[in-house]
């Protein structure tokens, strides 16, 4: 069965400390994984899709990589404005998006 | 473009009512999904369509949830009846392709069954 566990589960930092976010994922086939955005009341916002091991993505402050297991995300000298919740999602031979459970950032300022 | 359109943003109602979400994904997305979000659960797939035909139900909870999508500008999820274990956000989202693209998410309708 498919499965994504994320961790931590809620992470406070200081506005421009650096940290990562983790993702380990079993699926059959790995068609992609993706990293999502959730900002309170709303839905969830795209951020990346990684198709293969080694791949890395980079958008503004936030890089993610993916390995045979995981994905991280590395958030670089985050700002107050990243505070959110981010999901991690895997895609197998299904085409069906399986969602982790979230990782809550919060950056002070 | 106006992205993934749901409604009603927020439904209360008492237990045993019939309630109905509504969804318009974005022109030309071929593939649609309904999703229910709580804390305790996160994110979990209900049912997904690709051009208008449901392909994988199993993510329906009993026989009191059922889903259509007439067109492929329209597709409603509806309980009846409803209980207070219902409460949750739900989430429509709408895709080009079901595999290989990131889904668009809709804004969601959060539902309280008192």
């Known amino acids: 069965e498919d499965q994504v566990t994320q961790s931590p589960e809620a992470l406070r930092l200081q506005e421009g400390e650096s940290s990562s976010l983790n993702c380990s994922y079993t699926v059959s086939g790995l068609r992609g994984l993706f990293w999502y955005r959730q900002d309170p009341g709303k839905g969830p916002e795209f951020l990346f899709t990684l198709y293969s091991a080694g791949e890395e993505k980079e958008k503004e402050r936030l890089k993610a990589t993916l390995t045979k297991k995981e994905s991280f995300l590395h958030i670089t000298a985050p700002k107050p404005e990243d505070s959110a919740t981010y999901l991690c999602?895997?895609?197998?031979?299904?085409?069906?998006?399986?969602f982790g459970q979230g990782t809550e950032l919060s950056v002070k300022p | 473009d106006a992205g993934v359109i749901q409604s009603p943003r927020h439904e209360v109602t008492e237990m045993g009512q019939e309630v109905t979400l509504r969804c318009k994904p974005i022109s030309g997305h071929n593939s649609l999904f309904w999703y229910r979000q709580t804390m305790m659960r996160g994110l979990e797939l209900l049912i997904y369509?690709?051009?208008?035909?449901?392909?994988?139900d199993s993510g329906m909870p009993e026989d009191r949830f059922s889903a259509k999508m007439p067109n492929a500008s329209f597709s409603t999820l509806k309980i009846q009846p409803s209980e207070p274990r219902d409460s949750a956000v739900y989430f429509c989202?709408?895709?080009?392709?079901?595999?290989?693209?990131?889904?668009?998410f809709g804004s969601g309708t959060r539902l309280t069954v008192v």
């Open positions: 989202a709408s895709s080009p392709e079901p595999i290989y693209y990131g889904y668009t």
């Open positions: 999602a895997v895609q197998g031979g299904g085409g069906k998006l399986i």
């Open positions: 369509f690709n051009n208008n035909v449901p392909i994988d």
